[in-house]
């Protein structure tokens, strides 16, 4: 059983018989009462958010989550298909559940997978892939002088993310799949 200072952002547990992640929490100390933690759930299986809040001395239950190594095949436009590395199975998952995940997706990708039940719910892909640019507009003379040092490029994932000025069509740079953010060029 986890207590109100176990509930973290990232935290897994079981709310109505199903896994829910926290994504939003708010401690907030009452007066004289004793202190309570509002939070952000969201469930892995539907991808619905629920508000929730919790009293000092209640307890949410741990969700009994499994874990285990896919890798990512393709995707269409409702559902992700994975293969589970060790079954060969093949598996979908909603795209409303993978969120902007699945812009950083190319084939054979490698992601955790998380079972409830024996059910795959929900992917964790990594915190950095590499991508490679496939459309850059070229950078024009004195574009850093308006303070603007960076343009959108597009990512052979289809995916559109800001980066410096000097990146090329071509170029494979690194993206952070958390914030959806240019780290650095790939030297070649």
Same mark, same amino acid.
């Given at each position: 059983m986890l207590?109100?200072?176990?509930?973290?952002?990232?935290t897994?547990?079981?709310?109505?018989?199903?896994?829910?992640?926290?994504?939003?929490?708010?401690?907030?100390?009452?007066?004289?009462?004793?202190?309570?933690?509002? *939070?952000k759930?969201k469930n892995?299986?539907?991808g619905?958010?629920l508000?929730? *809040?919790?009293?000092?001395?209640? +307890?949410?239950?741990?969700?009994?989550l499994s874990?285990g190594k896919?890798?990512f095949?393709y #995707?269409?436009?409702?559902t992700?298909?994975?293969m589970?590395?060790s079954s060969?199975?093949?598996f979908g998952i909603?795209?409303?559940i993978l969120?902007?995940k699945?812009h950083?997706?190319?084939e054979?990708i490698?992601?955790n997978v998380l079972?409830?039940n024996?059910?795959?719910v929900?992917?964790?892909?990594?915190?950095k892939v590499e991508?490679?640019v496939?459309?850059?507009p070229?950078?024009?003379?004195?574009?850093?002088?308006?303070?603007?040092?960076? +343009?959108?490029v597009?990512l052979?994932t289809?995916? #559109?993310?800001?980066?410096?000025?000097f990146i +090329?069509?071509?170029?494979?740079?690194?993206?952070?799949t958390?914030?959806?953010e240019y780290?650095?060029?790939?030297? #070649?």
């Amino acid at each position: 059983m986890l207590n109100i200072s176990d509930l973290k952002i990232g935290t897994y547990l079981e709310h109505n018989s199903e896994p829910y992640v926290v994504i939003w929490t708010q401690h907030v100390q009452m007066g004289r009462g004793g202190a309570i933690l509002r *939070t952000k759930i969201k469930n892995l299986i539907t991808g619905a958010v629920l508000e929730r *809040t919790f009293k000092g001395a209640e +307890k949410a239950k741990q969700a009994d989550l499994s874990r285990g190594k896919a890798d990512f095949l393709y #995707k269409d436009p409702t559902t992700v298909y994975f293969m589970d590395t060790s079954s060969y199975e093949q598996f979908g998952i909603s795209n409303e559940i993978l969120g902007e995940k699945i812009h950083f997706l190319k084939e054979g990708i490698s992601v955790n997978v998380l079972y409830f039940n024996g059910n795959p719910v929900s992917v964790e892909i990594p915190i950095k892939v590499e991508l490679t640019v496939t459309s850059a507009p070229p950078a024009v003379r004195g574009d850093s002088a308006q303070g603007s040092v960076t +343009k959108e490029v597009e990512l052979e994932t289809g995916a #559109k993310i800001q980066a410096p000025i000097f990146i +090329k069509t071509g170029d494979i740079i690194k993206v952070n799949t958390e914030k959806g953010e240019y780290v650095e060029r790939v030297a #070649k």
